[in-house]
């Protein structure tokens, strides 16, 4: 099946610092999403992007589709930042078109 | 919208008891998901339905495991009976049909299950 990595594993930055988080997948997609899991458990939908670049706030995401990688940047870190980032695809001409793979996670720890 | 709703929000019972969860999808949306997070399994797909239909199950543990979506608003994850290794936090999420929503799956609050 499709392999999802993402790295770094951990991540500690200081209140104020810019991150980039890498998701590599090892077959063609036809979804990509990015997913902030809070301290409280719940997986809140950052980006759709299973190509190009998109921008919200001061979060932004760049998938190279023919290259099989995502990034999220963060910019101007804050404390409720912290918390763990998701990648998760699915395969193009899967049979199973609803199925999401999701990556280890990258933790961020954002101190004040 | 309310989003996906789930209940209870946790659950802890003892080995060898029945546990049903419970999950509203987004309104029109015609696509639902439970999914499993573990620390050792991290977030993994269990079963996968389709306008009602079950299209892929290939993620249920095994029998003791058996989901349920009666109509387009309701869902059921049950487990009979309980084991100490079935503690973890269980998720819905539904997709839309057609547009944005067709593209991206949203997740409900999740299910913490403990297995005394």
């Known amino acids: 099946g499709i392999q999802v990595e993402q790295s770094p594993p951990d991540l500690i930055l200081q209140e104020g610092a810019n991150s980039t988080l890498r998701c590599n997948f090892s077959d063609s997609v036809n979804n990509l999403q990015w997913f902030h899991q809070n301290p409280w458990g719940q997986l809140i939908n950052l980006f759709y992007?299973?190509?190009g670049t998109k921008q919200n706030g001061r979060l932004s995401a760049t998938t190279v589709a023919t290259e099989r990688y995502s990034l999220l940047y963060i910019s101007s870190s804050q404390t409720t930042d912290s918390g763990v980032y998701f990648c998760?695809?699915?395969?193009?001409?899967?049979?199973?078109?609803?199925?999401?793979?999701f990556g280890q996670g990258t933790t961020l720890q954002v101190k004040p | 919208d309310a989003g996906v709703i789930q209940s209870p929000r946790h659950e802890v019972t003892e080995m060898g008891q029945e546990v049903t969860l419970r999950c509203k999808p987004i309104s029109g949306h015609n696509s639902l998901f439970w999914y499993r997070q573990t620390m050792m399994r991290g977030l993994e797909l269990l079963i996968y339905?389709?306008?009602?239909?079950?299209?892929?199950d290939s993620g249920m543990p095994e029998d003791r495991f058996s989901a349920k979506m009666p109509n387009a608003s309701f869902s059921t994850l049950k487990i009979q009976p309980s084991e100490p290794r079935d503690s973890a936090v269980y998720f819905c999420a539904s997709r839309g049909a057609s547009g944005r929503d067709y593209n991206e799956q949203f997740f409900g609050p999740g299910t913490r299950l403990t297995v005394l």
């Open positions: 998760a695809v699915n395969k193009r001409w899967s049979s199973n078109t609803g199925k999401l793979i």
């Open positions: 992007i299973p190509s």
């Open positions: 339905f389709n306008n009602n239909v079950p299209i892929d």
